[in-house]
């Protein structure tokens, strides 16, 4: 069992958590088709550890932290991902996300100057605290969240006047030799969980994962899995939307066969509590890299993306990141990214209609999303298919009605009125209709009478 990052090629430079070690399973092994189903086990009592994160073991740094990009911003045009997602329409009305707040359960999130931080959830990274992020990945994922406009290239986060707590729960520069582990487990990020939701934050983003064998993740992960399972319970009942990335397919993380996953994602598993969110291109196309699941919930822009620098002492926007091993430039992209979406649309959201539970702020996202089509209008790879950010602000969706007037709907020809065969509707139409044509006939009937008689009394008068 690993703990992963879910930043795709954002590796190396930007240090994607490709290792955040838990007890080594093995790699996840296939299950016969009727042998698991995907439903996690039910909750049983357990306490999650409860205060900020805090620095356990003794970990040292492997290699020095991520730093600015000196050269200046890469970015020219306003980033794809937000033309097609529309949400600065939603600035332009007034919903910024001002007076909200995000927990960011990452690598921590480096100071920006279009950042707005709080003091933070506390560090399990011995190095700098909350806010401070040598491996860059929590950083990028706060910036799509919660950046302010950058005036030269137009780059904005979904809520940009929302602030930040950064929670350090990872990271895969530095190791426990005597372990031979990075930081970061299921037991760190349930600290992170219950920490936030005490904290009442708003919206929990968590572009991280622990991907298990199905097995595993059966028979409880060494005992963490169910703190984790009550932290995320715990946070919705507190009406908390909590956000998490669906996992790229890397390590353990392997794509699921359609309806009968062999791969359980946490926390995406514990999916009646979790908005789980998968990749697209700009085509449109779900990502090579996105793992599938029944869990998976919606999708969002995941590839080419564009980000705050998240190097330390950072203050532009760039498209690219140092990711091979020699410091190669490599595109942004992975599930990490498209989930910080999805949870600035949900601030957004709660900023609106602040009386909605999490599950409604859930269902709003789900039910007014650009379908993939399929069976239910959903699959397992993209879920309900990619958010429509103006949608979910604007529509009554079918759980509210009654709860709010209805929107307006447009005004139909009269074809499409009778949406099956009404007898008694149609018999009357009909019936006027040859009323009319009656009387139509009676009338021309009339004018013809009229007409012969005048022309025989004109030839009587004649002779």
Sequence with gaps: MRFNSRGGKLRCGLAL??????????????????????QPPPLSPATPPSGPLSVSGNFEPTQGCMQANTSGSSVEEKPWSQLVLGFEQAHEEGLTGAGKTVGVIDTGVNPHPRLNLNGGGGSAVPDGGANSDCD?????V?????????????????????????????????????????????????????????QNVDVINISQSSCQSMAAAMADGGGY???????????????????AAAGNTQDSCQKNPSGNPTTAVLPAWFDEYVLTVGSIGQQGQPSEFTVPGPWVDVAAPGEDLAALDPG?????????LATGPQGEPGPIQGTSFAAPYVSGLAVLIKEKFPELSAK??????????????????????VGYGMIDPMAALSDVVPAEHGKQPAPAKP?????????????????IAVG???GGIGAVLFTAFLLNAVRTVRARRAGDDED
């Design 17 to 38: 958590i490709s290792v955040l070690g838990l007890t080594a399973l093995g790699p996840a092994q296939p299950a016969m088709a009727d042998e698991v189903e995907f």
């Design 142 to 198: 706060a910036g799509i969240i919660a950046a302010s406009e950058d005036p030269s290239t137009g780059f904005v986060g979904v809520a940009p006047q929302s602030t930040i707590m950064s929670l350090r729960q990872s990271s895969s520069l530095f190791q426990d030799k005597a372990q031979n582990k990075t930081i970061g487990d299921t037991r760190t990020m349930a600290q992170a969980i219950q920490y936030a939701a005490d």
């Design 360 to 381: 409604e702020v859930m269902d709003r996202i789900e039910k007014t999303t650009l379908s993939p089509g399929g069976p239910n209008g959903r699959n397992d790879i």
């Design 411 to 427: 005004a139909r020809l009269g074809a499409d009125a009778i949406p099956q065969t009404d007898w008694a509707a149609m018999t």
């Design 136 to 140: 860059g990945h929590g950083t990028v």
């Design 312 to 320: 330390r002492g950072g203050s532009g926007v760039v498209n690219q």
């Design 225 to 243: 899995n169910n703190l984790l399972y009550n932290a995320v319970k715990n946070a919705y009942d507190k009406k908390i939307v909590i956000v």
């Design 432 to 434: 006027g209709s040859l």
